[in-house]
């Protein structure tokens, strides 16, 4: 079921609530294992009774470096971290493929 934004609206406000919406070019959500970045999210913010909710849609997301592995490709390449960042980046986060060369 697809809920058309106005109807969204209509529905928080009707609980008293507000909504908000958001964009950002990229959204980092710090996971347990792994950070994963949203890229081009649309964010509505939802408040109702004094708590706070986001809905994210996003046109995709990326794997995001941990630091110990920034540090081990700015250490083992002898890069900066912007270059080690990049060069997660370009190999899809494969160390194998970053430090194999």
């Not at 890229?39 to 706070?52: E, H, L």
């Not at 630091?67 to 194998?96: C, H, P, T, W």
Request: aromatic share 4%; net charge neutral.
């Amino acid at each position: 079921m697809k809920l058309d934004p106005k109807q969204l609206n209509a529905l928080i406000r009707s609980m008293g609530g507000r909504v908000e919406n958001l964009s950002a070019p990229k959204v980092i959500i710090y996971k347990e294992d792994r950070p994963i970045a949203l890229i081009n999210a649309q964010i509505t913010k939802i408040n109702v009774q004094n708590q706070t909710s986001y809905m994210i849609v996003c046109d995709r997301e990326e794997l995001e470096p941990k630091e110990d592995e920034l540090e081990l490709i700015m250490s083992m390449k002898n890069v900066s971290r912007d270059q080690a960042y990049e060069l997660f980046k370009k190999s899809n986060g494969d160390l194998s493929k970053i430090l194999g060369d």
